[in-house]
């Protein structure tokens, strides 16, 4: 099964967003939510602000991806089946700014998906969030297409002094990533219970999961994808007994929730573009702001 079998493809392009998985340096999974634009040959496109490149550098160093489809909000469908994505992605080190192409239909897809993002087009948020608008590709050749039943139950987890506690308290599941026995990325949707060696969660056999360094991911968006959060707690997953626990080793939570972190970051996404972009001897590329006006126009 493949991303364009015609009972695959409807549902895949109804989700507005997918849990994206990508391996570290130090081989931890990180999953992170994205949108991005299935093809009619069964690929996938994602892209991502050189001021947020990690996920790029990743897919250079190891191709090995995983995409999870498990957030229904705003797609419509009702207690829709998960779709679990494996396989592999290139990511060319070339700045697009043209939204041309795949791109241009990607773009015009979020521009009309989530209403608030015409705000960067307006000055003077173009001015101080160009960023967000110099894009890298990453292909995603998918190897496996599964179709998973939507997980049941939901997490008890209480807020504690464990690292992550409170993050995972507020969500009623989270995607939980691993590696599979070849070293490669894989992803769930699940509960999530408190346990005395961090968070228990429930992981089938048939998953392939194995121990090792893993992730529990937490999300959300509304109807029109805005209201965003997100935050990982990374860890070791191992067994105790029977249960899969994944032991906290620590949070990323990277924008934040209040006013001062939105300046926070978009004070750092601008720096680490500017480092991007020096590193490689490219002068800052200019945007065409009207090309972007005429895809909602």
Known sequence: ????????????????????????KDGTPVPWPTSGLPRTDGTFLLTTSIAFPQKAFNVRR????????????????????????????????????????????????????????????SFPARRIADWYFMRLLIDVQPTSVEVLDAPTGSSTVSESTVAGSGLLSAYPNAVVSGRDAAGAPVLRRTAAADHPGGFAVSLPAEAGFEPGPGALLVHRHDEKLNKMHHALVKGTLG??????????????????????????????????????????????????????????N
């Not at 994944?246 to 500017?274: F, K, M, N, Q, Y």
Request: charged content about 25%; proline content about 8%; aromatic content about 6%.
């Open 239 to 296: 067994r105790d007994g029977d249960t899969w626990v994944l032991a906290p080793s620590g949070v990323i939570e990277p924008a934040g929730r209040g006013p001062r972190d939105t300046l926070t970051t978009l004070r750092r996404c601008r720096a680490t573009t500017g480092r991007y972009l020096a590193k490689r001897g490219l002068a800052r590329p200019s945007v065409p702001w009207a090309a972007y006006r005429d895809l909602i």
């Open 1 to 24: 099964m493949m991303l364009a079998d015609p009972s695959v493809a409807p549902l895949v392009d109804a989700y507005r967003t997918c849990e994206f998985a990508t391996l570290a």
């Open 62 to 121: 190891d191709a090995r991806v995983a995409l999870l489809f498990s957030e229904p909000t705003g797609s419509g469908l009702d207690n829709p089946p998960h779709i679990l994505v494996k396989g592999t992605a290139t990511c060319a080190d070339v700045v697009h700014t043209e939204p041309s192409g795949d791109l241009g239909e990607l773009w015009k897809r979020l521009l009309v998906r989530q209403p608030h993002s015409r705000g960067y087009l």
